[in-house]
């Protein structure tokens, strides 16, 4: 239980910190920020993890910055999707 509250947490800082490098306007809000940044986490996680760059185990700068450039990529499909 403890690992998804992480997550979440996580998942919240990765996608503020992507709509403050990517301001913008984004249908849902605060809704979309956390979940942009909670799936850009698992993203983060899994491509860092592919190309050796480590996951987003735990908290630290690594994780935070593998969260968020997830969020960010994630940001970037979201907004050419929405077109």
Not at 15 to 20: D, P, T, V, Y
Not at 44 to 70: C, D, K, R
């Amino acid at each position: 239980m403890m690992g998804v509250v992480s997550w979440i947490i996580l998942g919240l800082v990765a996608g503020i910190l992507a709509k403050l490098i990517m301001p913008g306007k984004d249908g849902g809000g605060f809704v979309i920020t956390v979940l942009l940044g909670i799936a850009g986490a698992f993203v983060g996680g899994w491509v860092g993890s592919f190309l050796g760059l480590g996951t987003t185990g735990g908290f630290s700068l690594g994780s935070i910055a593998t969260a968020t450039l997830g969020a960010l990529l994630l940001l970037v499909v979201y907004r050419q999707l929405k077109k």
